[in-house]
């Protein structure tokens, strides 16, 4: 399964919740670039300053993480994909992966919000640089002012979440992403849910979608 939408769309939850109800793991492809950077790996230095501009890291870099993780044995039972693909590029090459391990792709999840909601979300978002706790400071914050609840560190807004940037990140979005919607839809794997939704309405809402 493919997640899309928006970047603050809230895709990673969504995510995380049909990795629970189906058993599956959740393959991140921001969180690992996130790693590779952090490691400083060759990949990690290349991606480093397209995502400090909100611009999508080059297609080979993603590509090669992901196929990476695919040969790990977990995914034998499934997965869930949030973060790839983001164009047309990238998909074929999915399908390429797939297509050489014997798979097919079940279902495309599209997550819709508004650019008030995602700006709002992602502009008030903070992580922690150690833990990697995240926290919304109207909607989850921490209990002391911007210190973490778990490490006792310092929160911070990630250079991609100011507004500037995320406003940046819609439009690339549009421009890339959206066209793999249209391919998608023509072959009948598209689902949407909104995000929009209170929390608590998300897992029956995922359940109505993929009936």
Do not use: W
């Not at 992580?127 to 002012?145: F, I, M, Q, T």
């Not at 940046?168 to 421009?175: F, G, I, M």
């Not at 998300?202 to 359940?207: D, G, V």
């Amino acid at each position: 399964m493919i997640i899309l939408g928006p970047p603050g769309s809230g895709k990673g939850t969504r995510a995380q919740l049909i990795g629970k109800i189906f058993g599956i793991p959740v393959i991140t492809t921001g969180d690992m670039l996130r790693e590779s950077v952090a490691k400083g790996t060759h990949r990690g230095k290349i991606a480093k300053g397209y995502m400090e501009r909100g611009e999508l890291v080059p297609d080979d870099i993603v590509i090669g993480v992901v196929e990476e993780r695919l040969k790990r044995s977990d995914i034998e039972g499934g997965f869930i994909l949030d973060g790839f693909p983001r164009n047309l590029r990238q998909a074929q090459a999915l399908d390429r992966i797939l297509n050489e391990k014997g798979e097919e792709l079940d279902y495309v999840l599209n997550v819709t919000a508004k650019p008030s909601t995602i700006i709002n979300r992602l502009s008030l978002r903070r992580s922690c640089p150690r833990c990697g706790a995240v926290y919304h400071l109207k909607d989850k914050p921490p209990k002391n002012d911007e210190i973490c609840d778990e490490c006792g560190t310092k929160l911070i807004q990630r250079s991609d979440d100011k507004e500037e940037v995320i406003r940046h990140r819609l439009q690339v979005y549009e421009a890339e992403t959206r066209p793999l919607l249209e391919m998608y839809g023509n072959l009948g794997k598209v689902r949407e849910i909104s995000g929009e939704l209170s929390i608590d309405d998300i897992p029956e809402a995922i359940k109505r979608a993929l009936a």
